[in-house]
């Protein structure tokens, strides 16, 4: 006879360690399987090893699904400060960076060891949560309840939690296992792709990979959303906070468009004019921009003469393109780049309050597998911890 479980959750990461450590309180036996050497490794690289570990304003309209509403349940039952206070109650050090960003004075190691405490405590209500690295799923099947087949043996679970992610960051050991499993029980899944990722750029926009390096504040937009941070130029194309916070919206064809004059309105080189009419684009655009990202603009403007003798229409012209400045990307870096997956198990499958499955008694869906993709700042680890929290008060 296998061992027996409570719950079996696939996944070591950020939202299958919170579930286990909820669960576990409330008195729950729980197995976590974990196919890497050690817990927590997404959780380990994150925020440059300081692990951006939620964002104060986190709110449903920082998300995005195939069914918008789907996170507001578990997102305003576990919010950023109920995560905050369970980190200085560890007495974690932490500080916060532009755009409510919170990340760890120290290490993201002590994050991990947090989980792993919160996880430990379940004896104290009755509880037990074992965390068991290396290994690898072979088979998953229904019988009263879930058999889970591993390279050390066999589980039995009288839940199953899927927690392994999305497809992103293939060399941490991500994989799209969660679909495969979530497909095999009849789970549909929206199509995933790569987000919060590099865009690449061919054809005539090539010109820009050799400024290679160079970082402007800019406003990138893709689709409906628009964000004010930084872009940076590749030697593949665009990337930088401002892109990837864009990439997520991108579709294949679709143009991004970048404001290179944020702080500046639709007049401003009449204004340079006015003030300064011996001036040229150039050099105008050299005060506001890195030189070199400033030449290549205004070589692409053709704007050749001085201010004074250029006309209003050619400058209004020139003003709106920089305003609103289209780019054209080929595609993305890829999985291999990409923070996250948008896509994924279908919300329409789960419940928004357990995160249970609707027509297989005792599966969950947690975290990144979900079809729930949170901006760039700390928005997916608190959807990891609120969707965790949500199934494990219900398992």
Known sequence: MPDSYDAIILGAGAAGLMCAARAGQRGKRVLVLEKADRPGKKILISGGGRCNFTNIGAGPANYLSANPHFAKSALARYTARDFLELVERHDIAWHEKTLGQLFCDGSAKQIVAMLLAECEKASEFGGEVTVRCHEDVQTVDQENGFRVVTNSGAYHGASLVLATG???????????????????????????????????????????????????????????????????????????????????????????????????????????????????????LRDELPDRLADILSEKLGVQSDLGNASDKALRTANERLKRWEFRPNGTEGFAKAEVTVGGISTNELSSKTMAAKNVPGLYAIGEAVDVTGWLGGYNFQWAWASGVAAGEAL
């Open 166 to 284: 999305g497809p992103s960051i293939p060399k941490m050991g991500a994989s799209g296992f969660a679909y495969d499993l979530a497909r095999k029980f009849g789970l549909k899944i929206v199509e995933p792709r790569p987000a919060l990722v590099p865009l690449t750029l061919g054809g005539e926009e090539v010109l820009f990979r050799e400024i290679s390096g160079v970082s402007a504040p800019v406003v990138a937009r893709a689709g409906n959303a628009s964000f004010p941070e930084a872009a940076l130029f590749t030697h593949r194309g665009l990337s930088g906070p401002a892109i990837l916070q864009a990439s997520s919206y991108w579709k294949p064809g679709d143009p991004v468009l970048i404001d290179f004059l944020p702080g500046r309105d639709a007049d401003w080189l009449l204004e340079r004019k006015r003030e300064t009419p011996q001036a040229t684009v150039r050099s105008v």
